[in-house]
């Protein structure tokens, strides 16, 4: 039989991708499309989830050309931006309002009333989770509360995240969700296999309304024959943070991504021991194969890419975002800048949203260059402070692996490596969403017993190994704790 490949559905934030790896984990091709995003009103966002799905299925069907068509497939994985909510009709199988993303704030008021009656540690402690609008319950909630289509579907009513969407789309009427995506709606335990009674009843969403939860790799269903002109086995679903980090072949504790892009995301997996945060991170399923579940600490910097996107936009001292390695380098050190990045605020560990950024050490030296410098260099400070975090939580890290747009800067890798002290390094193929969705398609699909068997999917990687001066290292830290003591106190 000729060779078949897995082809991978990315339905990320503001584009969805179709992506075709052959079995040794070559990438062949791939499809992008556009999302619109639509914000109503300040601190609302909003997506189509019909446009979400024809996209979707317009790459899809692309790379079945390329392949040759369905029977050239093995398997489709699907990884999505994740808390992201969908509610739609069982009978129409058509949205019944629009999607709300997971950046909407909306739901701020009934999160501080959550909190003020006193419910943060009983969620924190099952879920894993802080209270915040982030999550997807209490977008659920609202939707139910102020759509009138959704209000009166009563048992025609299913909610989902966009994994359980596209699959109920590709399969023709499968509901379920994934342990991964289901870890960040609020309304799972942890270690819970179902959905939490007691946290639905208090977040007011009706059970009947939700998918059921299975694992992240299996053989959950097949595409409706008439779709991509054949039936294709559905055998992955995973978030798209927990799917980097399998992609990066963070699979055991010890190991821990980076994901920089607009933000950054670090993921750092703690086996099948529950992770409990006492230092503001964030418990979460990274994934579950067979019903057994690995789990994993999260940390999330809201400022990260657009850092760099803020110096060419808003500053205009920059031309584009590659430019900022060779101006790094132009100048010896930051001459006593620093730069806090708090344009929204500060997340974790610090939690801090009402924090505003600031750059210090200004003289009639500084120059350009090291302004830039000091924004590149708050990457790595704020890397650093998650890792202390991490290390406080019992999860210390021993490497870093990298991915994402803004891990192509070089300097910005070096700088991280000598800053944590630690190797960094980073994939040949920086696509590891995708990728660790192939490899969870290929072990559902059983073409490999094992996600450690799927690693070989893995591409080369580049390392950075540390190689600043301790004494440089020290002052840098010091700089750093005296600006964010300042910022944050604002
Ligand atoms: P997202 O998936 O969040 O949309 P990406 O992973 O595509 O983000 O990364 C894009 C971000 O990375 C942008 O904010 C951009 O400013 C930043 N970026 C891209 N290339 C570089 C570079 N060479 N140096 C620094 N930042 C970069």
Redesign the pocket.
């Known amino acids: 039989m000729s060779e078949r490949h897995l082809l991978v559905l990315d339905a990320?934030?503001?584009?969805t991708r179709a992506m075709l790896y052959a079995s040794d984990g070559a990438r062949i091709a791939m499809a992008q499309a556009d999302i619109t995003q639509f914000y109503p009103w300040p601190g609302w966002v909003e997506q189509d989830a019909a446009e979400i799905w024809d996209q979707t299925l317009d790459c899809a069907r692309q790379m079945v050309a390329q392949a040759g068509g369905a029977d050239r497939i093995a398997a489709i994985g699907i990884t999505n931006q994740r808390e992201t909510v969908v509610a739609w009709s069982r009978r129409t199988g058509a949205p019944l309002a629009r999607a709300i993303v997971w950046q909407d704030r909306r739901t701020a008021d009934v999160c501080d009333r959550l909190r003020e009656a006193g419910h943060e540690s009983l969620i924190q402690q099952r879920t894993g989770l802080i209270i915040d609008p982030y999550f997807s319950a209490t977008k659920m909630r609202w939707l139910i509360d102020h759509v009138p289509a959704v209000a009166e579907a009563g048992s025609d009513l299913a909610l989902g995240t966009v994994e359980s969407w596209l699959m109920w789309k590709l399969s023709g009427g499968l509901h379920v969700s994934d342990a991964s995506n289901a870890s960040r709606t609020q309304l799972m335990a942890l270690d819970g296999a179902a959905w939490d009674g007691a946290l639905c009843a208090l977040f007011g969403v009706p059970l009947p309304a939700l998918p059921e939860i299975v694992d992240n790799a299996g053989r959950f269903g097949a595409t409706l024959p008439d779709l991509m002109g054949g039936a294709i086995a559905l055998c992955c679903l995973a978030g798209d943070q927990q799917a980097a980090t399998i992609g990066q072949g963070c699979l055991a504790p010890g190991a821990v991504k980076a994901?920089?892009?607009?933000?950054a995301f670090i993921l750092a997996p703690t086996g099948d021991a529950l992770p409990r945060s006492t230092h503001r991170l964030l418990g979460t399923v990274l994934c579950q194969i067979g019903g057994q579940r690995h789990y994993a600490l999260e940390g999330s910097v809201f400022v990260?890419?657009?850092?760099?996107?803020w110096l060419?936009d808003r500053l205009s001292l920059i031309a584009?975002?590659?430019?900022?390695?060779a101006i790094a380098r132009s100048v010896p050190d930051n001459g006593g800048v620093f730069l806090l990045p708090a344009l929204s605020g500060l997340g974790a560990p610090h939690w801090r949203p009402e924090a505003t950024g600031r750059i210090t050490g200004l003289t009639h030296g500084t120059g350009r260059a090291h302004i830039v410098r000091a924004a590149?260099e708050s990457?790595a400070h704020q890397v650093h402070d998650l890792a202390i975090a991490f290390a406080a939580d019992g999860a210390s890290w021993h490497g870093l692996r990298i991915?994402?747009?803004?891990?192509?800067?070089d300097?910005?890798a070096q700088d991280m490596a000598d800053m944590l002290d630690l190797p960094v390094e980073r994939p040949a193929d920086?696509e590891t969403t995708a990728r660790g969705a192939a490899m969870l398609a290929g072990v559902g699909a059983g073409l490999f017993p094992t996600l450690e068997a799927a690693t070989i999917l893995a591409p080369g990687r580049v390392r950075f190994d540390p190689m600043m001066s301790p004494a440089i290292r020290t002052q840098r830290l010091a700089g750093w704790r005296a600006l964010l003591g300042a910022g944050a106190a604002t």
Request: avoid cysteine; charge should be negative; proline fraction near 0%.
């Open positions: 990320g934030t503001t584009s994901t920089l892009g607009t933000g990260a890419g657009s850092l760099i996107q060419r584009t975002a590659v430019d900022t390695d590149l990457i991915d994402g747009g803004m891990s192509a800067n300097w910005i920086v």
